[in-house]
């Protein structure tokens, strides 16, 4: 067992106020318990600090793409399928335009 769980376990909880004796047993409870959260197949629990590195990563990730995007790109975020070909479509034709500029 670890050190300070067997120095709370030598003090006398008698001799502490109302609140201390909580605390303690609160601690101890807390570190001899079992996790909160849910448990994945047995393999990990699934509790805040996990939701949190989740979270985290997440946006860690998000801050990385953004700031790797190249100047001048437009991101397009089109709301449905129409949008997104229509915008393909204006895109190609801008493309096709500009090379048939270029090489005339």
Known sequence: MHEPVDFLFCLDVQRMSGKGSEIVSMFLSRVQGAPIGFHVYNLFTVDTSTIMMICGTVLTYAL???QFQPE?????????STEASLAMTSTYTEHLSYMNATTT
């Open 72 to 80: 001048g790109t437009v991101q397009l975020s089109p709301t449905s």
């Open 64 to 66: 990385v793409i953004v």
